[in-house]
DNA sequence: TTGATTGCAAATCGTTTGCACGAGA
DNA sequence: TCTCGTGCAAACGATTTGCAATCAA
């Protein structure tokens, strides 16, 4: 989860969701069976490594199994939630990605490339956000999403900037038609 | 915005806040209209103080205006949001809150209940979280949410402890009837 | 008056579900 | 074989939009 789901707790014992119980619940009793489609939706979020959405999902997966619908690859997802295979990712504001669940094992949050759209994790966070709380307000967890630009993306735009002072500097030249 | 573009806070003086909606800034070209269903809207938002969400804004303006519709709702957030007296609030999770544009005018965060899904304005947070990104990364901004309960869910779920207690200690008494 | 705004219903958009067919074990 | 899973389409919930009636300026 990306939801840091430890931090300041009253002595409130109280289990919550967490994946705590699964292991009795959601032992293979339902015969999951393995099939081409779940497979592929796998292969996918093992090779990007990063949190995805359905419709990404969809569409990288389509190419190891062409007629492959959007509501399997829903159905899917939830299905590897529920076992603890992959782990639900609420950004602000945006629909539901998803990740493997390892990588939610750690508290962890995310980044999101304004250029390219794309989700990327980021360790660390070792903050505690209680001292921002008012009074008589308890926390629980907490939810930390940067934005900014990949470096792949920051690449990119570097290098249209250049291009773009390049042309600039051309344009000024006196031999160059003016502008 | 609840996105911390947290570059510079616009010191943004206000002078005599009484319902100075279009000031300098949101010159009323279009010839925008002032209607029952929005001073509705407008008087819920002011004086709940606290992003809302669209359902909820409806539930409260209908006590004004009994035949608002959920439509007329949704598009006076937006004109209002276009205008700058509300600002967007993109939480975890997918429905839009909206909050007065003043409150999002200094960096700040939100609170979410656990209990009642009510959302709270954090103030504070003077993080930089640049440290956490990867090589080539570049931030511009960044969300933070925090999970938990407010103040009173806290007491109300202390009070139903107590009771619960109690009434389990009547039940060990001898003479009363057992559960 | 007159055109912006409303209310209602139909239309979207993302996601879920019902159902008959196809495919793992 | 015998279910479970899939694909497709209809269903859904949140939000938007078309349109005739309404109302503020």
């Known amino acids: ?17 967490g994946h705590a119980a699964h ?14 489609q779940r497979a592929a939706i796998r292969e996918v979020m ?12 969809l569409d990288a997966a389509k190419k190891l199994v062409p007629r492959l619908g959007i509501a399997t ?8 939630v529920e076992v603890g295979e992959l782990s639900p990712v609420q950004l602000p504001g945006n629909r539901l990605f998803y990740e493997l669940a390892h990588k939610a094992d750690h508290h962890h949050h995310h980044f999101r490339c304004e250029d390219c759209e794309r989700v990327f994790d ?3 966070c070792d903050e505690t956000f209680s001292a921002l709380l008012p009074a008589g307000f308890t926390l629980h ?3 930390l999403t940067l ?13 249209r900037q250049a291009k773009a002072l390049a042309k600039q500097a051309k344009a000024a030249k006196p031999q160059s038609p003016a502008a």
Chains 1, 2 share one sequence.
Do not use: Q
């Not at 430890?6 to 919550?16: K, R, S, T, V």
């Not at 093992?46 to 999902?57: D, G, L, N, Q, T």
């Not at 934005?147 to 290098?159: P, V």
């Open 122 to 124: 980021i360790d660390g």
């Open 46 to 57: 093992v090779k990007e490594a990063r949190p995805m959405s359905p419709p990404e999902i």
């Open 147 to 159: 934005y900014g630009s990949c470096a792949e993306c920051a690449t990119k735009a570097l290098a």
């Open 73 to 80: 690859v829903y159905r899917n997802l939830k299905a590897m």
């Open 1 to 17: 989860m990306n939801r840091a789901t430890h931090e300041h707790d009253i002595p409130h014992a109280h289990a919550g969701h």
């Open 141 to 143: 967890s907490h939810d």
């Open 23 to 36: 292991d009795a619940l959601n032992s293979p009793v339902h015969g999951e069976r393995a099939t081409r």
